[in-house]
């Protein structure tokens, strides 16, 4: 499924079968697709772009139709109806960046086989991540400043990778045959390294401003609203955008 509406295309289909979600949640999806963009809510020049935006607007469209087909299941990651979900077959696909895949093989041991790991729909994406830092107060600063560039010098991120399957951060390492060659029995064998290098090889980056999780989180609460409360598409739109805008 190369794009959002295969995507959500074979969601209705799956659901209409089996009674069943497709994908865990609307919200999920909104979140990734709008984080495939070269823009998502401000321009290079800081300028707030949401509104009109093709990335954001299609973003919407795409989750909007996914929870009004009710081919989702509301279901907040890492959430106990989220874990039970992928233990007992709950839910048919999630949209996990590479860290989520220990926690999926972690709460659900005996689907061992039963998943496998495919490129999302239009491409890669970004949607963060995490950061280490040492505060000017720290009494040992030079002793925590060796440790992390030990911890995140190729070395250790490629055995972090071969361990956990957590994506290494080094760029220099995606030619490795071993991130290469990488799969994962849990995941049906599937060719995880491929997979993962070729996204974000094919990733286009976008702008970030002060306020985009905020942002963000108004957005996912308009589609939430779609998803669980039944509200129309255009209010909650609208809605959505005067958040935003008080926000900004």
Avoid: C
């Amino acid at each position: 499924m190369a794009t959002w509406p295969e995507y959500i295309a074979t969601g209705q289909k799956y659901t209409a079968a089996t009674g069943k979600p497709f994908l865990d949640s609307a919200t999920q999806l909104f979140q990734d697709a709008s984080d495939q963009g070269a823009s998502k809510y401000v321009s290079a020049k800081g300028k707030y772009i949401y509104e009109n935006n093709p990335v954001i607007k299609n973003a919407w469209s795409y989750a909007t139709q996914a929870a009004t087909d009710k081919i989702t299941g509301g279901l907040a990651p890492d959430s106990p109806q989220w874990y039970s979900a992928l233990a007992n077959g709950g839910v048919a696909t999630v949209l996990a960046p590479s860290w989520m895949l220990g926690q999926i093989e972690s709460a659900a041991p005996k689907t061992k086989g039963l998943w496998s790991v495919a490129t999302m729909p239009g491409g890669g994406g970004n949607n963060g991540g995490s950061f280490l830092a040492i505060p000017k107060s720290s009494p040992n600063a030079a002793a925590a400043y060796k440790f992390i560039t030990w911890l995140e010098a190729p070395a250790q991120q490629l055995a972090a990778f071969k361990a956990t399957a957590d994506f290494p951060a080094i760029p220099s390492l995606y030619s490795n045959a071993a991130v290469q060659n990488y799969t994962a029995p849990f995941f049906s064998n599937a060719s995880i390294g491929k997979v993962y290098v070729d996204s974000v090889e094919k990733y286009t980056e976008h702008p970030v401003g002060a306020k985009d999780r905020i942002l963000e989180q108004e957005f996912q609460n308009g589609v939430g609203r779609v998803e669980k409360n039944g509200q129309s598409v255009s209010s909650s739109w609208a809605q959505t955008l005067a958040a935003a805008k008080r926000d900004q």
